[in-house]
């Protein structure tokens, strides 16, 4: 039985700010936009900041925080090749982390040693270059065996992270993912929840039953919400 990890709600809001991913992959967004969103987000000091990997240069020069860029985003049916040039553009473009999405249509195919494949060329190359690496694989579209299957794959193959949903799925994630995943790698590997995550209250108990980070293009708010929680203990 998976129990919920050590610490408390309470604990988790005061740092809330340092688990978080804060996201802007908006395609009608504009490169204004996005450096407004750097100047915004360096105010609560999250983890780090997420954007397209053609942003990445764009960002990086003006940003304190980390940038990650995304791979293969959102559907991941793209050459392996491909994702290879779009890690280099991250790279190149000053960016510290990558999130990439796996090809899914190979995944729900069952074709699970070409997954493999694909997981450890992206890998393998992200760590060439200095990147650390999330293996996004969309939990939303997957039924428990498919989740566990790959989860396995995905720490196996020494990503920093499994990363359960894009935001760009029927649905985002939910406990009952990262619950499947922690069952599935034990502590072999980092978990990203990213997907829907709207409230401080959803983002603590992701943390406290297994994730080790929040992607959300929400953080701004979860913070201001983390602090009126927190006033409301102090009563």
């Known amino acids: 039985m998976i129990k919920a990890a050590s610490g408390d709600v309470k604990s988790i809001l005061k740092n809330i700010n340092k688990y978080i ?18 100047n915004e987000s360096e105010k609560c000091n999250f ?6 990997s053609t942003v990445v240069r764009h960002v990086a020069s003006i940003s304190r925080l980390p940038v990650v860029g995304v791979v293969g985003f ?4 793209y050459p392996v ?21 796996i090809n899914l249509v190979y995944l729900k195919e069952g074709l699970y ?9 992206l890998v393998g190359y992200a760590h060439d270059l200095g990147l650390a690496i999330k293996i996004i694989i969309e939990t939303s579209i997957l039924d428990v065996d498919e989740i566990i299957k790959v989860a396995e794959i995905v720490a196996s193959e020494k990503a ?7 935001g760009f799925g029927p649905r985002g994630v939910c406990l009952e993912d990262i ?8 502590d072999k590997i980092k978990i990203k929840a990213a997907g829907g995550i709207r409230t401080a209250l959803d983002a603590a108990y992701l943390i406290l039953y297994g994730a080790h980070i929040i992607g959300t293009s929400r953080g701004l708010r979860i913070v201001k919400e983390a602090e009126k929680l927190l006033g409301l203990f102090l009563k």
Do not use: C, H, M
């Open 21 to 38: 991913d804060q996201t802007l992959l908006k395609y009608e967004s504009s490169l204004k936009e996005y450096i407004n969103f750097v």
């Open 81 to 101: 090749e491909a994702k290879l040039k779009e890690i280099d553009a991250v790279a190149n473009g000053g960016g510290k982390e990558v999130d990439a999405v």
């Open 113 to 121: 040693d070409k997954i493999r494949e694909e997981i450890r060329s």
């Open 160 to 166: 920093d992270f499994i990363k359960t949903n894009t």
């Open 179 to 186: 619950i499947l995943i922690k069952s599935a790698v034990k």
């Open 47 to 52: 983890r780090s900041i997420v954007v397209p």
């Open 74 to 77: 959102p559907f991941g049916y």
